[in-house]
């Protein structure tokens, strides 16, 4: 029967990845790259931006540049499944939480940007997965985490806890090891002066896991604290929270390093949920079933949101409003310049031409890119009959 059950849910995860592949290459076809993509390219801090450069040595188109981040996320959600069966035991169960999982704005983020929020979190998920399973190749992907991304200090000081707490001193006294390499290396990057960053923090993890299942994930870490048996998810999940926070009093966060370790604690939630169902009468549960539908409702208008952002241009009447602004115009701008036979340009606005570059714009030339005016004609960019950005093109001498 469990067989059985094993069988169809594998059916449905598979559809599962079909659809999470389509609507990120949709989304990836429509983003331009963004500022901080640029600077994170630049940067080569973790695996993850190398695989940028892999890609770059075979391919000179600019959607291709996304696909190992995307391929990344589908391995990363069917790795989740696979964990999620491992904590929850029904496959039925792990497929919802998968479900949960695949909806999460940070997610699906995640899959398409290019950066190492998705190479570390699925490590992380390597490491969890292969930990249930009292896996050998459990130490060894833990030792390779030294080399993804520099946040995984985190993993380290959550392990350390997991294990010492559990009388496992070899792991706790590896963990510590790690931890101590990582701050050897100077990899931590804490600094800073009181702030006030904490409420921005607190706002950007509930959008990134949507409002109300943010404030229900708080609610599930701290309804186990107390608990004996916790498992390494919920000491990463835990640690995690409490670590962010108290460094936003100080100085605002690289979100990149926290919010992968935060993500595979949706599997507590789906665990809490379905025990704190099962123990109520069938009379009982509706209330229960309200909340959860409140939660899944927003979740999935967070993921939709994300999903069509672009549709929202002609809502608005100020597209600079847009909350995705920064991740469109420059690929259409550049194309446009291109059809043009103009390869180099000077532009007073040196994030626009930094981002220019990256689609083979350079800085220089005889003509000046400007938003304000110009007598050498102009370029309109539309996304579905609305104006969302405008620029002029004038020579250098008429500039001066």
């Known amino acids: 029967m469990i067989e059985n059950e094993k069988r169809k849910i594998q059916k449905y995860i598979i559809l599962l990845l079909v659809l999470n592949a389509l609507w990120a290459f949709y989304v990836a076809h429509q983003l331009s790259i963004s500022l901080y993509e640029v600077r994170r390219i630049a940067n080569h801090s973790g695996i993850g931006l190398y695989l940028f450069e892999w890609v770059k040595i075979f391919f000179d188109k600019y959607d291709i540049y996304r ?42 983020i995640s899959s398409v940007l290019i950066g190492n929020g998705g190479t570390t979190l699925l490590f992380v998920l390597l490491i969890l997965y292969t930990e249930v399973r009292n896996s050998k190749l459990f130490y060894l992907f833990l030792i ?20 010492f707490l559990r009388h496992r001193f070899i792991s706790a006294i590896l963990a510590f090891l790690l ?18 960053f904490f409420l921005d923090t607190l706002g950007v993890f509930a959008l990134l896991f949507s409002p109300a299942l943010f404030i229900y994930y708080v609610y599930v870490l701290y309804r186990l604290l107390l608990k004996q048996g916790k498992q390494l998810v919920w000491y990463l999940s835990f640690i995690t929270l409490i670590i962010s926070l108290l460094l936003s009093m100080r100085q605002r966060l690289f979100l990149e390093w926290f919010v992968p370790f935060l993500m595979p604690g949706i599997v507590l939630c789906m ?19 309200i909340w959860a539908k409140i939660i899944f409702f927003v979740l999935l208008l967070s993921w939709i949101g994300l999903i069509g952002n672009k549709f929202f241009f002609p809502l608005l009447n100020e597209p600079q409003d847009h909350f995705a602004y920064k991740f469109y115009i420059v690929r ?66 008429s500039a001066k």
């Open 67 to 108: 696909i190992p981040y995307i391929l990344q996320h589908l391995c990363s959600l069917y790795l989740f499944y696979l964990f999620a069966v491992e904590v929850l035991k029904q496959p039925k169960d792990a497929f919802g939480a998968t479900i949960l999982f695949s909806l999460l704005p940070a997610s699906n």
């Open 144 to 163: 390779l985490s030294f080399w993804v991304s520099p946040s995984f200090v985190i993993f380290y000081i959550a392990f350390f806890f997991y294990t």
């Open 179 to 196: 931890l101590i390499g990582k701050i050897y290396i100077g990899e931590l990057g804490i600094s800073g002066s009181p702030k006030g």
């Open 271 to 289: 665990q809490v949920f379905l025990s704190g169902l099962r123990v109520r009468l069938k009379p009982f549960r509706r209330q229960y079933l």
């Open 332 to 397: 259409e701008l550049a194309d446009e310049l291109k059809k043009l036979g103009i390869t180099a340009i000077y532009t007073p606005d040196s994030r626009l031409r930094e981002r220019l570059e990256f689609y083979g714009i350079q800085s220089g030339g005889d003509y000046v890119l400007s938003s304000l005016s110009g007598d050498k004609g102009e370029i309109v960019i539309q996304y579905y009959g609305s104006v969302v950005a405008k620029y002029y093109l004038s020579s250098k001498l």
